[in-house]
């Protein structure tokens, strides 16, 4: 099962805050497909995709959409 994480943001004067979901897909393809629909409606700082094995949690996917100087990229 994969788990999905995000840093958005909804304003530039707001604070960025984390959205972790709460239900896990089947899929890494489908935990990307949940990660570029957010990203079409909300401003996405950072996503990363867990997955837990034996009660350990390992990162799988990971990637950061705002640059050094703090403009954000989105790549669909």
């Given amino acids: ?3 999905v994480s995000l840093i958005v943001q909804d ?3 707001t604070k960025p805050y984390l959205c972790s979901m709460y ?3 089947q899929s890494l393809e489908e935990a990307k497909e949940i ?3 957010k990203k079409k409606t909300t ?3 950072s996503a990363w995709i867990d997955v837990f094995v034996d ?3 390992d990162t799988v996917f ?3 959409y705002i640059n050094a100087f703090g403009d954000v990229r989105h790549l669909f």
Avoid: A, N, P, R
């Fill in 23 to 25: 239900d896990s897909v």
């Fill in 1 to 3: 099962m994969y788990w």
């Fill in 43 to 45: 401003k996405v700082l």
């Fill in 55 to 57: 009660g350990k949690k």
């Fill in 35 to 37: 990660i570029s629909e």
């Fill in 11 to 13: 304003t530039e004067i």
């Fill in 62 to 64: 990971h990637e950061c």
